[in-house]
């Protein structure tokens, strides 16, 4: 036979081999599996990204959200971990939900890149507060958390933020009327485009009147994973503003939903009694 012929024949065998594995369906990666089953009873586990203060005395007090927060949401019956630092895939591998206040989040190296990819893969939901948007690359990040702000811009509107509840029908926004904090907004944003945010709230800037999505949540599916939510309130500059019960109240309702729990979840949660017996382990005497 010929030179010609086996090459023809050999060419033929790698065509029909990439038409049937093109006919294959595409198979879930391992960590696209859903972060909450169904009939799910599992506290929410929670993981609070923090940073290191800055800016004046009541301002950007990441530090305080953190022991605060810890607190709240452990008697609402979380289980809550957290850190000053970028998670690792382990701290992250059993959270639902991971909640940001931490300025300039945006920034991540490669290695941080593929560990959030993987964790929002499978379902784990984020919550982000006011400059944890900021970051050096507002068009990717836009695609994490809805809508995102590059840092270094002259961008920011301080003063009476006037929030106008826009879905008054969503349940994370239940029982809100339109409310007036001092506070401090952002209005140059990269949004995400698709799929776009669904906005709760918006406000007008103090020092224009252009009005801007400020309450926000987003959904998408990445690729091969499961859909992953964020939910977004872009004030938290004046750290009294979280005290606020009307924003306590939302931001529980938030956490919750990005986690892909029922809304009312940490609201009416109450932290579980604490057992009898002995250490770790061992509750009304039991024994392993």
């Not at 033929?12 to 599996?33: L, M």
């Not at 990441?62 to 019956?77: C, E, I, R, V």
């Not at 970028?86 to 300039?104: C, I, N, R």
Request: aromatic content about 10%; some cysteine.
């Amino acid at each position: 036979m010929t030179r010609a012929f086996w090459v023809g024949m050999l060419a033929a065998a790698v065509s029909a081999g990439a038409a049937g594995q093109s006919q294959q369906p595409q198979v879930p990666v391992p960590s696209a599996e859903a972060a909450v089953q169904a009939g799910d009873t599992r506290p929410i586990h929670v993981y609070i990204r923090s940073g290191l203060k800055s800016h004046g005395e009541g301002l950007h007090d990441y530090p305080q959200f953190s022991a605060d927060w810890s607190k709240l949401l452990t008697a609402k019956g979380a289980l809550v971990d957290g850190s000053f630092h970028f998670p690792s895939a382990q701290e992250l591998a059993s959270t639902d939900v991971m909640v940001m206040y931490k300025g300039d989040a945006g920034y991540m190296t490669a290695t941080e890149r593929a560990v959030l990819d993987d964790y929002l893969k499978r379902g784990g939901g984020l919550v982000s507060f006011h400059d944890t948007l900021c970051g050096d690359d507002p068009q990717w990040y836009s695609t994490i958390v809805g809508g995102a702000k590059k840092h270094g811009e002259q961008n920011f509107s301080a003063g009476a933020i006037k929030t106008t509840i826009v879905d008054k029908a969503s349940p994370i926004m239940k029982g809100m009327s339109d409310f007036e904090i001092n506070d401090e907004a952002f209005f140059k944003i990269t949004w995400a485009q698709s799929p776009a945010i669904h906005v709760l709230a918006s406000a007008p800037m103090p020092s224009s009147g252009e009005v801007v999505p400020q309450i926000w949540t987003y959904e998408r599916t990445i690729f091969g994973g499961q859909p992953f939510r964020a939910f977004v309130w872009m004030q938290g500059h004046t750290y009294s503003n979280f005290k606020n019960p009307q924003i306590e109240a939302m931001i529980l309702r938030g956490i919750a939903w990005a986690a892909h729990y029922p809304v009312e979840t940490l609201v009416n949660g109450t932290a579980p009694a604490r057992g009898g017996g002995r250490g770790r382990g061992r509750q009304g005497g039991a024994t392993r």
